[in-house]
């Protein structure tokens, strides 16, 4: 794909390399790009096993960042040592009600859920638009799609060690580990992979169904919102910026995160390798553009590839497989 | 709001209603075929930018490769983007049996960033086309407010609207129409009965996409411009239109000019100046928040073609 618009590719990849584990720094940025990555695809294979298909972490990401902006400028004077813990949990709040509302409608009202999703990604993008213009943005002269700068007892500690790593990798490490636990090492878990095996059976068995749905996408959707809350406090501004599109500010992790997860095998823990390789994939995309002006969308197109491979090639492995049986049996 | 109660304002508005309404119209035809079919394809919003994109530059460019330059080359160029798309997704979904759903979220991922990384290295500066021209229809056109609504429109509006009975026709009447809901309904008792699956599928698959690269066609020559993310999100609406007429062409019409007076209503508000600033931003939810209210209302009364999703394995 690189040659065809006229850039070399080797050096293409050189470039991709270097910008995503080049220098510390380079492979701080990528842990920090793998961030949401890895929030949202924690969501994703919590959905995707109970058997929802969650398109709605872009929105799901917004409803967080607005909710954990909101309660920071609303409770300015808080110590850092409560006020982080209870941002966090605003984002997972928010996102986790624009989570629910989808999974609601599909629980009993059998609104298909990916359509749902979708919509709701675009009325969280316009709501973001309209409060960053209007009641959020920032007393001043220019006017800027973006808040002022949110109290300091809000931003995220960073690492010790000199880079820009904060403690959003931690928060998205331990989140990820905490859904490895829901998904395979409770009772609740248990019931939403079963649910999304086999629901009419679950049901049979006495599982509540549709209660169920509704968890799955609220769960899913409070790990995006606590990526949202990441991304603005732990951003360098350290506000909520809409300049430039709702897509500029979740840099596409609610579709991206579907790929890191997909390709992750829909396991939580592998979802942490997986979403650091497509961090560095943005990482080197971003790279690849300053050295070779090629556009880092890019890795989206690529990304929509590797979704289309992974899914065709589940059946192409399942059907090797039954091949390779029937040739030992 | 008073400018907005005119006669002329609202002839306007509908005019450009009954244009809104086209990508949506055709787009969800489309689906429909394959819907019927059992074929559920999400990838409609990526073949959609596609096909928008291939129009905005065939039209931009055609003169220089020495091409024809009229809109009949970009509506083609999109055609047949949108053919291509089909053979990879029948190639998916028939060849390989890949989850329809995902593997369509995947290709709205590849329509997203390809169409974007395309605009931003062979064009960069949105520049314009021209739009469509109109062809009034004699006779019909010099009828107050109804001939300026309905038959002062270009070509793809009229072959759009022309569609509805024609796909009706096909699904409701001919030998083609049945293989499609049998195999959409039953596979396994079509395939018993001599008829391919995987044949009606792939044709079904293949006019879908089709239309939806008309649809991106429709979309991008009625603005005369691309952008990154031009659909923003009309191709999903067109799906949720197709549960909105219960998979009948008809409804599915209904639906496309109910979402064409919804999108012509808020942008002729904000030329006229009734919402600006911040409020434009709540009013261009309203699309959105329709669909899923329509969606609410219709998702339980209808029902699914049975084997929608189901891929079809004979050695099962």
């Known amino acids: 794909m690189l040659l065809a618009l006229g850039a070399n590719p080797l050096q293409g990849y050189a470039s991709m390399l270097d910008g995503a584990v080049g220098s510390a720094d380079n492979l701080a940025d990528t842990a920090i790009k793998s961030m949401p990555l890895l929030l949202v695809g924690v969501g994703i294979c919590i959905a995707f096993r109970a058997g929802v298909i969650n398109i709605g972490g872009e929105g799901q990401i917004i409803a967080g960042a607005i909710l954990s902006t909101v309660t920071s400028l609303a409770l300015p004077n808080l110590p850092g040592i409560l006020l982080v813990p209870l941002v966090i949990s605003a984002g997972a709040i928010g996102g986790g009600i624009w989570g629910a509302i989808p999974g609601a409608l599909k629980a009993y009202a059998s609104v298909n859920e990916i359509l749902s999703t979708i919509m709701m990604n675009i009325v969280a993008a316009q709501f973001l638009s309209f409060l960053l213009q209007d009641l959020l943005i920032e007393e001043g002269a220019i006017r800027i799609q973006q808040t002022k700068r949110l109290p300091a007892s809000s931003d995220l500690p960073l690492l010790p060690g000199g880079t820009r790593l904060h403690l959003g990798v931690v928060i998205a490490i331990a989140v990820a580990i905490a859904a490895y636990f829901l998904l395979f090492r409770s009772s609740l878990g248990m019931r939403l992979r079963s649910v999304g095996h086999n629901p009419h059976a679950s049901r049979y068995a006495g599982m509540p169904v549709q209660r169920s749905v509704v968890q799955a996408l609220a769960f899913s959707g409070a790990c995006a919102g606590v990526a949202g809350a990441v991304l603005v406090f732990g951003s360098q501004s350290h506000r909520l910026i809409g300049e430039g599109g709702a897509a500029a500010f979740t840099q596409n992790a609610g579709f991206n995160g579907i790929v890191a997860a997909l390709f992750g095998g829909l396991h939580p823990l592998a979802t942490i390798p997986a979403s650091f390789l497509f961090g560095g994939m943005l990482t080197g995309g971003l790279e690849l553009q300053r050295d070779l002006q090629v556009p880092a969308a890019l890795i989206v197109a690529l990304n929509g590839v590797v979704v289309v491979f992974v899914v065709a090639s589940l059946k192409l492995r399942k059907t090797l497989q039954r091949w390779a049986g029937e040739v030992t049996a | 709001m008073s400018d907005f109660f005119t006669v002329s304002v609202i002839v306007a508005t509908l005019a450009s209603a009954v244009r809104f309404a086209t990508p949506f119209l055709l787009a969800a035809l489309g689906e429909t075929i394959g819907q019927r079919a059992g074929v559920l394809n999400l990838g409609v919003e990526g073949v959609m930018l596609l096909g928008a994109f291939a129009a905005y530059y065939t039209r931009l460019r055609a003169e220089d490769w020495g091409l024809p330059s009229g809109t009949a080359t970009a509506v083609i160029a999109a055609l047949l983007v949108g053919l291509l798309m089909g053979a990879i997704y029948s190639v998916l979904t028939i060849g390989f049996h890949a989850e329809q759903g995902i ?33 009034p229809i004699p006779g019909l056109s010099d009828l107050p407010w109804v001939g300026d609504i309905l038959f002062n429109q270009s070509v793809l509006v009229y072959g759009a609207f022309l569609l509805v009975p024609i796909v009706s026709f096909m699904i409701r009447k001919t030998t083609f129409g049945l293989n499609v809901r049998a195999v959409g309904e039953t596979p396994e008792a079509a395939d018993t009965l001599g008829v391919s699956v995987a044949r009606t599928r792939i044709i079904a698959i293949l006019m879908g996409n089709a239309l939806a690269g008309l649809a991106g066609a429709a979309l991008a020559l009625n603005v005369g411009v691309f952008q990154q993310n031009l659909t923003a999100g009309q191709g999903f609406i067109a799906i949720a239109l197709v549960y909105f007429g219960a998979w009948r062409p008809l409804g599915v019409m209904l639906g496309a000019l109910l979402f064409g007076v919804v999108s012509a209503t808020v942008l002729q508000w904000g030329t006229l100046g009734i919402v600006s600033g911040a409020a434009s931003s709540l009013t261009a939810m309203a699309p959105a928040i329709l669909t899923i209210v329509v969606l609410v209302f219709v998702s339980k009364r209808v029902s699914t073609p049975a084997a929608l999703t189901r891929p079809f394995d004979r050695s099962q």
Request: hydrophobic share 45%; net charge positive.
């Open chain 2, 103 to 135: 593997s369509g979220i995947g290709i709205f991922l590849f329509g997203l960033g390809f169409t974007d990384l395309l605009f931003q290295k062979q064009v960069g500066t949105p520049l314009p086309v021209p739009g469509l021209s109109r062809l």
